[in-house]
Nanobody, 125 residues
Framework: QVQLVESGGGLVQAGGSLRLSCAAS????????MGWFRQAPGKEREFVAA????????YYADSVKGRFTISRDNAKNMVYLQMNSLKPEDTAVYYCAARRSSYGYVPGAAGYDYWGQGTQVTVSS
């Protein structure tokens, strides 16, 4: 069992920055990777970024690469998503997720076992 709690969302103007945080607790040692996903109203949940706990390999969606940075603090069981140069199309509820399996397609939402409650990010024009 892994519990995830996101924070750091809010309202920001286009071009601005936000940093999202995800606090993980419980059996965090059983998680292979952590990911960030987002979902806008009426749209499917989409992959944003992921990081492997051991080694720190990262993955990014093409739409955010160069603007967003995912990082983790293993000792504190924290994962972060630094979002710069935000665009209105980044507006969505952002979810933190934990993946137990070390196999398969890391950006795939179906491969994640635990999810946070989500935090709203709104980017105005």
């Amino acid at each position: 069992q892994v519990q995830l709690v996101e924070s750091g969302g809010g309202l920001v103007q286009a071009g601005g920055s936000l940093r999202l945080s995800c606090a993980a607790s419980g059996r965090t040692f059983s998680s292979h990777a952590m990911g960030w996903f987002r979902q806008a109203p009426g749209k499917e949940r989409e992959f944003v970024a992921a990081i492997i706990w051991s080694g720190g390999r990262t993955y990014y969606a093409d739409s955010v690469k160069g603007r967003f940075t995912i990082s983790r603090d293993n000792a504190k069981n924290m994962v972060y998503l630094q979002m710069n140069s935000l665009k209105p199309e980044d507006t969505a509820v952002y979810y933190c997720a934990a993946r137990r399996s070390s196999y398969g397609y890391v950006p795939g939402a179906a491969g994640y076992d635990y999810w946070g409650q989500g935090t709203q990010v709104t980017v105005s024009s």
